[in-house]
């Protein structure tokens, strides 16, 4: 069984710039999710997807975007970058309706944006 | 809006010592709550979840105590060993199987051996 995948592992960026990151989600989960974690603080949700489509959404502006792909793998995609974005970029994979709370997390991208 | 929240910021414990890590959390309207590990550098790990509806789940050394009436939740790890220092975070689940999670700010738990 094959965990889940992240990459790139770090990225440095400056400001304006736009980013990609990807993620392969657990072999035979369905449902991917995309977590911000700045520095010393929790996981922030930024949007799950399931089926290709987005499937619930945080407090994040249009300019974090994404996509699934029929593997169930998935990108993050951050236009117009801002210092404050600077963070590590989880993402965690699950299937849908099996019940309980629990989701596999990657080892995360760390971006720095400059 | 919804919070989850640490009490203890960090503990320190002694090999072998029991640990109990505390939560809060104000949406009485989550299915579930978890436990998750962090290590540095790594993603957040599962240790345990419970249901809104049971006040009591054990695993392997770990066991999980809901409370609803005071909105709280806590960890106990038994017989810390150094390889449960780490951050722990707790996690509520709303909005249904598999929907997001909304993490607390985290506990740093130091095992000394």
């Known amino acids: 069984e094959t965990g889940v995948t992240q990459s790139p592992t770090h990225l440095i960026k400056t400001r304006g710039q736009q980013v990609t990151l990807r993620c392969s989600s657990q072999?035979?989960?369905?449902?991917v999710s995309w977590y911000q974690q700045a520095l010393g603080q929790g996981p922030q949700f930024i949007f799950q997807?399931?089926?290709?489509?987005?499937?619930g959404r945080g407090n994040f502006p249009p300019r974090f975007s994404g996509l699934q792909f029929p593997n169930y793998s998935s990108e993050l995609n951050v236009n117009a970058l801002e210092l404050d974005d600077s963070a590590l970029y989880l993402c965690a994979s699950s299937l849908a309706n099996a019940g309980g709370g629990e989701q596999f997390f990657g080892p995360g991208t760390r971006l720095t944006v400059l | 809006g919804e919070s989850v929240g640490l009490h203890l910021p960090t503990l320190s414990v002694q090999e072998g010592d029991n640990s109990i890590i505390n939560c809060a959390y104000s949406?009485?309207?989550?299915?579930?709550f978890i436990w998750y590990k962090q290590e540095s550098g790594k993603g957040p790990q599962f240790i345990i979840d419970?249901?809104?509806?049971?006040d009591k789940r054990q695993g392997q050394r770990v066991t999980v105590l809901l409370n609803k009436t005071v909105k709280h939740l806590s960890l106990q790890i038994a017989a810390t060993q150094p390889g449960d220092s780490a951050v722990y975070f707790c996690a509520e689940n709303s909005g249904g199987s598999n929907y997001k999670l909304t993490f607390g700010k985290g506990t740093l738990l130091t095992v000394n051996p």
């Open positions: 419970i249901r809104s509806n049971m």
């Open positions: 997807y399931y089926r290709e489509e987005e499937n």
């Open positions: 072999s035979g989960h369905n449902t």
């Open positions: 949406n009485s309207a989550s299915d579930y």
